[in-house]
Every structure is written in structure tokens, then in C-alpha cells.
């Protein structure tokens, strides 16, 4: 399974999501190991090791298409942290889902507020 777009991916993923991420990968282990390789290559390995953007923007890019989605709070929640872990600011997350409101809606902005409150309480 290691190979260098694994290990790539591995490094950036421990890098912006820590011990979360990692979790992650781990649950799919019974289920669909396969794909959680493919979770740690493409993703990781591939696109958020290109140049051309930082970790912060990627992060508050991918906070602002989970919001949009409105169906994905649990991974929303995971790149909250992510975002606060690469420098994003809690206002800065705040702001991003408060835009989405204009292009996703209100429930889907709602929703995603709704899960970074739940990411800043646990953080403390």
C-alpha cells in the first residue's frame, strides 16, 4: 500500500488534520480499505500537495464547498479543525460559511455554523 503518493499523502494529511484525519482512514479499514488508500492518494497526495495554493486557502476552500454541500457536516467538521490548524481564523471560518449563504442558502450556511460552533466548543 506505501507508495510515494501514499506516503505524500499521508505526511499532508497528518499535517493539516492530525490525529482526525488519521481516524478517518482507520474506520474505513474493515469496510473499504481501498478507498481509504484512495482518501490519503488522490486528495492528499495529489491535490493538496500541488503548488499554487497554501494549506489556508485549500482549507477554507474546502470549508466553503463542504458548506455549500449541506449534506456533510461530519466532514465539514473535520476541515474546520483542519482550517483552524493551518491559521485560519475562527472569524474567518465564521465568514466563509456566512458566505455561502449567498450561494448555497440559509439551511446549508445554518448547518454549517451549526457544526463550526460545535468544532470551537470542543477546542474550548
Known sequence: MQNERYAR???KLQEIDGQAGEKVVASLADIAPDFARYLIE???GDIYSRPGLDLRAREIAVVA???ALGN???QLKVHIQGALNV??????VVE????MAVYAGFP?????LFAAQEVFAEAG
Do not use: C, D, H, K
Open 87 to 92: 491559521g485560519v481564523s475562527r472569524q474567518e
Open 9 to 11: 499523502g499521508l505526511a
Open 42 to 44: 488522490f486528495p492528499f
Open 65 to 67: 464547498a463542504l458548506t
Open 72 to 74: 456533510a457536516a461530519p
Open 108 to 112: 446549508a450556511a445554518l448547518n454549517g
Open 96 to 99: 466563509t460559511i456566512m458566505q
